[in-house]
Each structure stands twice: as structure tokens, then as C-alpha cells.
T-cell receptor, first 113, second 114 residues
């Protein structure tokens, strides 16, 4: 079945550092790919998405490119802030699965001032 | 503003008791989902619904049931709570069933089964 694998956390960085959180997926079809973010005590909210190969999703300085050849959707940000501290989830939605989201295990990110 | 709410936010219950978690959305979305969040597993789909009177099993549906009598609500029932069902539960909704559509999540319910 479909699956998503994220890099192990937790990740701790200093403010203004470069961030990469790796995400790879396995899917039988052509999934849409998402990054969701969960701030402390809150539900998940969509950070960005990409729906086809070579699409780049971007939001709040975060970017991720849909790489079909490497089945990856790595999250990047050039300069992180303390307010970016959260748990980040990579997810896919396969067209065959009618929008049932499959999530990675989540990566906890802590940014120190 | 439209929103999705869950109640209660925190619940402690005993093994064997029936528990119902409420989910209410004012987006008028057709699709609603229940997930559980456990350390090391991310979120896993329990049940979902594409409209009134429609319910479907997800990846981890054993021990759970849902019913959809109107567009706004999808309550999740644990028939006989077990310690393995201690988790954080999230409800979500979306407008259509297209794979690229965003799901909107509620704030979660933390359930402890003693």
C-alpha cells in the first residue's frame, strides 16, 4: 500500500539556519503531496502542496518540489525563525484513494534563538 | 467564520466504557474524516464519510464506529474502550473528494483510557 517516510526527529536548529526535512513516498498511482504543520496544542494545518511531478509548493518561506524520479518531497526553508517550531507532517493523497491522506510519522522541529 | 470543532478536548475514561467524541463543522463540507495520532505513527485514518448516510472504514477502524445523520456532524464512538485506544483524535473535513484538496483539521481530543 501507499506509505510516506520522513526523516527522524527531533530536529533542533538555531534561528536563521537552513532547514531540510526529508520525505519520500511509495504510491501505486500519481499522488498529490502535502506538508502539514502542527503548532503546539493545535490541529494540523496545510503548509503547502503539489499535485503533479515537478510542481513546487511554497508558503511562508517554505518550499517543496514534487520529484517523481526520486519519489521525494523534501521541505526546505532558507532561514528559520523561532515561530517555525512545530511538528511537520508529510502526506500523500492518491487519486485511487479518493482523498484518504496517508501521513508520515512527523518531524518535531525546535528553533532556538 | 467557518470552523471545525471537537468536544471534549480532554477525556479520561475506564476500560470497557462506551465513549463518543463529537466533531462539528460549519464549512458545509461533504467529506469528513477521523484520524488518531500516536507517537511514531503520524496520523492514521479511522473512518471517513463522503456525505449524509455514507460511512467507510479506514486503516485502523476496529473498535470504532461513526454515523452521519447530517452534513455538519460526524461523531466517533468507541464501543468498549481499551487502553490501546489512548491517543489524540483529530477530525477533519474537505469540500470535495479530489485528491488535491486541502483537509481542514479540528483542534483534537486527547483521550486516556485507564
Amino acid at each position: 500500500g501507499d506509505s510516506v517516510t520522513q526523516m527522524e526527529g527531533p530536529v533542533t536548529l538555531s534561528e536563521e539556519a537552513f532547514l531540510t526535512i526529508n520525505c519520500t513516498y511509495t504510491a501505486t498511482g500519481y499522488p498529490s503531496l502535502f506538508w502539514y504543520v502542527q503548532y503546539p496544542g493545535e490541529g494540523l494545518q496545510l503548509l503547502l502542496k503539489a499535485t503533479k511531478a515537478d510542481d513546487k509548493g511554497s508558503n511562508k518561506g517554505f518550499e517543496a518540489t514534487y520529484r517523481k524520479e526520486t519519489t521525494s518531497f523534501h521541505l526546505e526553508k532558507g532561514s528559520v525563525q523561532v515561530s517555525d517550531s512545530a511538528v511537520y507532517f508529510c502526506a500523500l493523497s492518491d487519486i485511487q484513494g479518493a482523498q484518504k491522506l496517508v501521513f508520515g510519522q512527523g518531524t518535531r522541529l525546535t528553533i532556538n534563538p | 467564520d467557518a470552523e471545525i470543532t471537537q468536544s471534549p478536548r480532554h477525556k479520561i475514561t475506564e476500560t470497557g466504557r462506551q465513549v463518543t467524541l463529537a466533531c462539528h463543522q460549519t464549512w458545509n463540507h461533504n467529506n469528513m474524516f477521523w484520524y488518531r495520532q500516536d507517537l511514531g505513527h503520524g496520523l492514521r485514518l479511522i473512518h471517513y464519510s463522503y456525505g449524509v448516510q455514507d460511512t467507510n472504514k479506514g486503516e485502523v477502524s476496529d473498535g470504532y464506529s461513526v454515523s452521519r445523520s447530517n452534513t455538519e456532524d460526524l461523531p466517533l464512538t468507541l464501543e468498549s474502550a481499551a487502553s490501546s485506544q489512548t491517543s489524540v483524535y483529530f477530525c477533519a473535513s474537505s469540500e470535495t473528494a479530489n485528491s488535491y484538496n486541502e483537509q481542514f483539521f479540528g483542534p483534537g481530543t486527547r483521550l486516556t483510557v485507564l
